[in-house]
Nanobody, 124 residues
Framework: QVQLVESGGGSVQAGGSLRLSCAAS????????MGWFRQAPGQERESVAA????????LYTDSVKGRFTISRDNTKNTVYLQMNSLKPEDTAVYYC?????????????????WGQGTQVTVSS
């Protein structure tokens, strides 16, 4: 298992930016595809972005394409989510997740390790 700790959440006005980080410890970080998910009150947890083990491949949900960028640094055991042009509808708890030896995927069921989440609030 890998342990995940998110940071970087906060409150921002619409149009602003935030950068989330997720630090991993435990098993070899580069063995995991990584993903960012979010969950707003009363809604299902949804995939936001995913990245392959090497970082060469990425996936984004349509609503964040062109605004969010996922990246990873395997030397620092960290995955990032750069969020630009934030909108009130991006408000949610954001979770980092890891999928062992998986190809890049946005399937929530493939992820077996989860962080505790970090709150992102975007005001209009």
């Amino acid at each position: 298992q890998v342990q995940l700790v998110e940071s970087g959440g906060g409150s921002v006005q619409a149009g602003g930016s935030l950068r989330l980080s997720c630090a991993a410890s435990g098993r070899t970080f580069s063995s995991y595809a990584m993903g960012w998910f979010r969950q707003a009150p009363g809604q299902e947890r949804e995939s936001v972005a995913a990245i392959s083990r090497s970082g060469a491949s990425t996936l984004y949900t349509d609503s964040v394409k062109g605004r969010f960028t996922i990246s990873r640094d395997n030397t620092k055991n960290t995955v990032y989510l750069q969020m630009n042009s934030l909108k009130p509808e991006d408000t949610a708890v954001y979770y980092c997740a890891a999928a062992y030896r998986m190809v890049v995927t946005n399937d929530r069921e493939k992820y077996t390790s989860w962080g505790q989440g970090t709150q992102v609030t975007v005001s209009s």
